[in-house]
């Protein structure tokens, strides 16, 4: 997907397609839908007077022009009321503006004005950046394994601005748009690889690939490295899998930046998890396929991150193990000592994710952090605790959580902080290790942070429950495809920005 920004008059540009919109309850276009309107013999007011279009959010109106305007066709997309329209929902209706011309074939290349810049509080750069992250996130495709080539939706998109003052400006916006969008996608990518395809070295090799494109630093641990550090219980989780296991460590630092106390983010990267011998039932085994979202989620952030230019030092950790049975395996009852020093007790083999993250997070102190956040799929518990509508923050600084709270409302991915006390130690105390790696099913959601909090090491850190958001079985709207979802990257990009 290519988008460019240009001055000039929607109506004179010679796409496939142009785009103008209307908020609800508007009888009388202005602006430039008012401008194609009238070219158009006042078709767009014939159509709201026919009742046919009332601009409600998420709908749209296809035209086939007569002469008026350049192009052959004219989409009008409904932004709902004025008052409520924001980064979200200019996000949203910019990727139902590429799904309905995604299924009108002869649409190739598009031109559009920016959804509701200058409207209420939303300014244009603002609303040009969600254009555009919207547009990449709905022509996202998952990688394709099918002899026959998948169909293929716009691949161009104008951006028109008639007020040439403001296109350098909506240039940068919609770059940085299409910059995170990508980030976004590249996630989404690294998640929905078959996990043979995806196994740790896989995406170490992925990883390296990108940040060589992008300039970033790249360092990748095998299992010598690992254990030369003593990062035993990661290794632990590892040995029932004929894939060695990675750690990879990719490191923005701006001229100017290199001693600053970096921002870093963890990610589990389970490549595929049966469980190990804790084994799961083989119903819907295949979505732990995505048990690496969080590392996913690292490693397109980083990629946007450099791409992007943020200004601080950031450090992307993904820790990438397979999770699997055999002979070699790690046990139930098994007694594991990590980097820390801190002994552990396994009780399931299935709560491996935080297994591999106490050695990750004990890993990055070595960096003297300012905040370190972890993303994990970590917990089904999540999932029941909260839907599919936020996911779990936990933390040990007000601070941060601030950050990230107000990340989240800026990126419109979705957080609820849930509760850490110190009670939630109680069933994580382990009869002859330390800790225990699971706390059974009461409370299972905080023991699993306070089991990952217990391996930190003074610095403010926060977990991110993401096992209920990562994917999703349908298409959640029109720029959260089935599968995959990405989330995380936004977030991500925004809290290293603000924090
Ligand atoms: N990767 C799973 C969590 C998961 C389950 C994510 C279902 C998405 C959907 C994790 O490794 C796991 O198995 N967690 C166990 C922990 C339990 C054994 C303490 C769980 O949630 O059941
Ligand atoms: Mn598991
Ligand atoms: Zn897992």
Same mark, same amino acid.
């Given at each position: 997907?290519?988008?460019?920004?240009?001055?000039?008059?929607?109506?004179?540009?010679?796409?496939?397609?142009?785009?103008v919109n209307l908020f609800e309850g508007v009888t009388e276009p202005a602006g430039?839908?008012?401008?194609?309107?009238?070219?158009?013999?006042?078709?767009?007011?014939?159509?709201?007077?026919?009742?046919?279009?009332?601009?409600?959010?998420?709908?749209?109106?296809?035209?086939?022009?007569?002469?008026?305007?350049?192009?052959?066709?004219?989409?009008?997309?409904?932004?709902?009321?004025?008052?409520?329209f924001d980064t979200k929902a200019a996000r949203k209706s910019a990727a139902t503006?590429?799904?309905?011309?995604?299924?009108?074939?002869?649409?190739?290349?598009?031109?559009?004005?920016?959804?509701?810049?200058?409207?209420?509080?939303?300014?244009?750069?603002?609303?040009?950046?969600?254009?555009?992250?919207?547009?990449?996130?709905?022509?996202?495709?998952?990688?394709?394994?099918?002899?026959?080539?998948?169909?293929?939706?716009? *691949? +161009?998109?104008?951006?028109?601005?008639? &007020?040439? $003052?403001?296109? %350098?400006?909506?240039?940068? =916006?919609? /770059?940085?748009? !299409?910059?995170?969008?990508?980030?976004?996608n590249l996630a989404r990518d690294l998640s929905n690889e078959p996990p043979n395809?995806?196994?740790?070295?896989?995406?170490?090799?992925?990883?390296?690939?990108?940040?060589?494109?992008?300039?970033?630093?790249?360092?990748?641990?095998?299992?010598?490295?690992?254990?030369?550090?003593?990062?035993?219980?990661?290794?632990?989780?590892?040995?029932?899998?004929?894939?060695?296991?990675?750690?990879?460590?990719?490191?923005?630092?701006?001229?100017?930046?290199?001693?600053?106390?970096?921002?870093?983010?963890?990610?589990?990267?389970?490549?595929?998890?049966?469980?190990?011998?804790?084994?799961?039932?083989? *119903? +819907?085994?295949?979505?732990?396929?995505? &048990?690496? $979202?969080?590392? %996913?989620?690292?490693?397109? =952030?980083? /990629?946007?991150? !450099?791409?992007?230019?943020?200004?601080?030092?950031?450090?992307?950790?993904?820790?990438?193990?397979?999770?699997?049975?055999?002979?070699?395996?790690?046990?139930?009852?098994?007694?594991?000592?990590?980097?820390?020093?801190?002994?552990?007790?396994?009780?399931?083999?299935?709560?491996?994710?935080?297994?591999?993250?106490?050695?990750?997070?004990?890993?990055?102190?070595?960096?003297?952090?300012?905040?370190?956040?972890?993303?994990?799929?970590?917990?089904?518990?999540?999932?029941?605790?909260?839907?599919?509508?936020?996911?779990?923050?936990?933390?040990?600084?007000?601070?941060?959580?601030?950050?990230?709270?107000?990340?989240?409302?800026?990126?419109?991915?979705?957080?609820?902080?849930?509760?850490?006390?110190?009670?939630?130690?109680?069933?994580?105390?382990?009869?002859?290790?330390?800790?225990?790696?699971?706390?059974?099913?009461?409370?299972?959601?905080?023991?699993?942070?306070?089991?990952?909090?217990?391996?930190?090491?003074?610095?403010?850190?926060?977990?991110?429950?993401?096992?209920?958001?990562?994917?999703?079985?349908?298409?959640?709207?029109?720029?959260?495809?089935?599968?995959?979802?990405?989330?995380?990257?936004?977030?991500?990009?925004?809290?290293?920005?603000?924090?």
């Amino acid at each position: 997907m290519e988008i460019s920004v240009q001055q000039g008059n929607i109506a004179e540009q010679a796409a496939d397609c142009i785009v103008v919109n209307l908020f609800e309850g508007v009888t009388e276009p202005a602006g430039a839908t008012g401008a194609v309107d009238k070219a158009l013999n006042g078709a767009i007011s014939r159509l709201i007077a026919s009742g046919d279009f009332s601009g409600k959010a998420g709908s749209t109106a296809l035209l086939y022009a007569d002469g008026g305007v350049a192009a052959p066709r004219v989409l009008v997309v409904g932004l709902g009321a004025a008052e409520k329209f924001d980064t979200k929902a200019a996000r949203k209706s910019a990727a139902t503006v590429y799904k309905t011309l995604a299924k009108t074939k002869g649409v190739k290349h598009f031109a559009t004005i920016v959804h509701g810049a200058g409207i209420g509080g939303l300014d244009p750069a603002a609303a040009a950046q969600a254009l555009a992250e919207g547009t990449v996130l709905a022509a996202y495709r998952v990688p394709n394994y099918k002899r026959e080539a998948p169909e293929n939706g716009p *691949e +161009r998109c104008t951006v028109v601005e008639f &007020d040439g $003052s403001r296109v %350098a400006t909506l240039a940068q =916006a919609v /770059q940085r748009g !299409a910059q995170i969008g990508a980030g976004v996608n590249l996630a989404r990518d690294l998640s929905n690889e078959p996990p043979n395809v995806l196994y740790p070295v896989a995406m170490a090799q992925r990883a390296q690939a990108m940040a060589e494109a992008t300039g970033l630093r790249c360092t990748v641990l095998g299992e010598a490295e690992m254990s030369a550090l003593n990062m035993n219980i990661l290794l632990a989780v590892s040995r029932g899998s004929a894939n060695e296991a990675q750690l990879v460590i990719l490191e923005h630092a701006p001229a100017g930046t290199e001693q600053q106390a970096p921002l870093i983010f963890v990610g589990k990267g389970i490549t595929f998890d049966t469980g190990g011998i804790s084994i799961k039932p083989s *119903e +819907r085994m295949e979505e732990m396929k995505h &048990d690496m $979202s969080g590392a %996913a989620a690292v490693i397109g =952030a980083m /990629q946007a991150i !450099a791409q992007v230019g943020v200004a601080r030092r950031v450090i992307g950790v993904a820790a990438c193990v397979e999770n699997m049975p055999d002979g070699n395996a790690f046990r139930p009852g098994d007694i594991l000592t990590g980097m820390t020093g801190k002994s552990t007790e396994i009780l399931s083999t299935d709560a491996e994710g935080r297994l591999i993250l106490a050695d990750a997070v004990a890993y990055v102190a070595r960096f003297e952090p300012k905040a370190v956040v972890d993303l994990a799929t970590l917990t089904g518990a999540i999932g029941i605790a909260l839907g599919t509508q936020a996911a779990g923050l936990f933390d040990n600084n007000a601070d941060l959580e601030a950050a990230l709270m107000g990340a989240s409302a800026q990126s419109g991915e979705r957080l609820w902080p849930m509760p850490m006390w110190e009670e939630y130690m109680e069933p994580i105390k382990g009869d002859m290790g330390e800790v225990k790696n699971s706390g059974g099913r009461g409370g299972g959601v905080s023991t699993s942070a306070k089991f990952i909090e217990h391996f930190t090491e003074g610095y403010p850190w926060a977990h991110l429950d993401i096992a209920n958001v990562a994917w999703s079985t349908t298409e959640r709207d029109a720029m959260t495809p089935k599968g995959a979802t990405g989330f995380g990257v936004r977030l991500l990009v925004d809290l290293a920005e603000s924090y």
